[in-house]
């Protein structure tokens, strides 16, 4: 039994930051990719950004690139995303993502947390 929780979201100004956290807790599982997603109303839910165990390499959305970092804390199995010059255009419910290795790959989904980027 694995599960996700998102932390950090809120309400933020156009131009401004905010660092979104997401904590895994289970046992006996490996992590293979943590990553972010979001959903904006009436959209589907994209991909923002992800970050493997091995050599930590990470991937990112266009719209995203310059202004998200992602990083993992390996000892607390957490993910962190910190948004800079956030848009309101970023406005969604944002969603943590693991994806548990094995001989059968498992992903799991937080219950997200709203973003809400406005003046």
């Known amino acids: 039994q694995v599960q996700l929780v998102e932390s950090g979201g809120g309400l933020v100004q156009p131009g401004g930051s905010l660092r979104l956290s997401c904590g895994v807790s289970?046992?006996?599982?490996?992590?293979?990719?943590m990553g972010w997603y979001r959903q904006a109303p009436e959209k589907q839910r994209e991909l923002v950004a992800t970050i493997t165990t091995s050599g930590g390499s990470t991937t990112y959305a266009d719209y995203v690139k310059g202004r998200f970092t992602i990083s993992r804390d390996y000892a607390n199995n957490t993910v962190s995303l910190q948004m800079n010059r956030l848009k309101p255009e970023d406005t969604a419910v944002y969603y943590c993502n693991v994806v548990l290795g094995g001989l059968r790959p498992v992903v799991h989904w937080g219950k997200g947390t709203l973003v809400t980027v406005s003046s």
């Open positions: 289970g046992r006996d599982f490996n992590i293979y990719v």
